[in-house]
Nanobody, 118 residues
């Protein structure tokens, strides 16, 4: 089993930065592909960033150039650093994972709230 716990959310000012963390338990972190999603009130859930078990990364256009997804396999943790925050970044942020044996992101955290004030 894989359990994911997000942290690092909170209130930030526009133009500021936050680092979100997602800690995984279960002992197979090194073979997991990881993603960050977010969902704002009244909007569909959207993919923010992704990092493969090999370290390849992808970003949504809305955050590309001001966000970095990274992982520390020794700590079983994936991070999302967001700079130049905008009010539009306000959402609940979720991390999700899939193993190399599945095409589905079957593991999800409970989310962490990010609120960006103008």
């Amino acid at each position: 089993q894989v359990q994911l716990v997000e942290s690092g959310g909170g209130l930030a000012q526009a133009g500021g930065s936050l680092r979100l963390s997602c800690a995984a338990s279960g002992g197979i972190f090194s073979i997991l592909d990881m993603r960050w999603y977010r969902q704002a009130p009244g909007k569909e859930r959207e993919l923010v960033a992704a990092i493969s078990n090999g370290g390849s990364t992808d970003y949504a256009d809305s955050v590309k150039g001001r966000s970095t997804i990274s992982r520390d396999n020794a700590k079983n943790t994936v991070y999302l650093t967001m700079n130049s925050l905008k009010p539009e970044d306000t959402a609940v942020y979720y991390c999700a994972a899939r193993s190399m044996f599945s095409s589905q992101y079957n593991y999800w955290g409970q989310g962490t709230q990010v609120t960006v004030s103008s």
